[in-house]
């Protein structure tokens, strides 16, 4: 049993189709995770500034 050249190009195709979509959520997946550190450090520099504002309304 032979293969013919059309559908080695078809299995070749949607082998790397699949091999694209799954590498597209990981890659989505991977910078959702990554950037949630950043916006947390981000609310919390902005609570710091909140802070030391409040401390400064109380002095006054």
Same mark, same amino acid.
């Given at each position: 049993?032979?293969? /013919? @050249? @059309? &559908?080695?190009?078809?299995?070749? +195709? +949607?082998?790397?189709?699949?091999? @694209?979509?799954?590498? @597209?959520? +990981?890659?989505?997946?991977?910078?959702?995770?990554?950037?949630?550190? /950043? $916006?947390? /450090?981000?609310?919390?520099?902005?609570? &710091? $500034?909140?802070?030391?504002?409040?401390? $400064? &309304? $109380?002095?006054?």
């Amino acid at each position: 049993m032979s293969i /013919n @050249g @059309g &559908d080695a190009l078809y299995s070749i +195709f +949607f082998l790397i189709c699949i091999f @694209g979509i799954f590498s @597209g959520v +990981f890659f989505l997946v991977w910078t959702l995770v990554t950037k949630q550190p /950043n $916006k947390s /450090n981000r609310i919390e520099q902005k609570l &710091d $500034k909140i802070i030391v504002l409040l401390e $400064k &309304d $109380k002095k006054e």
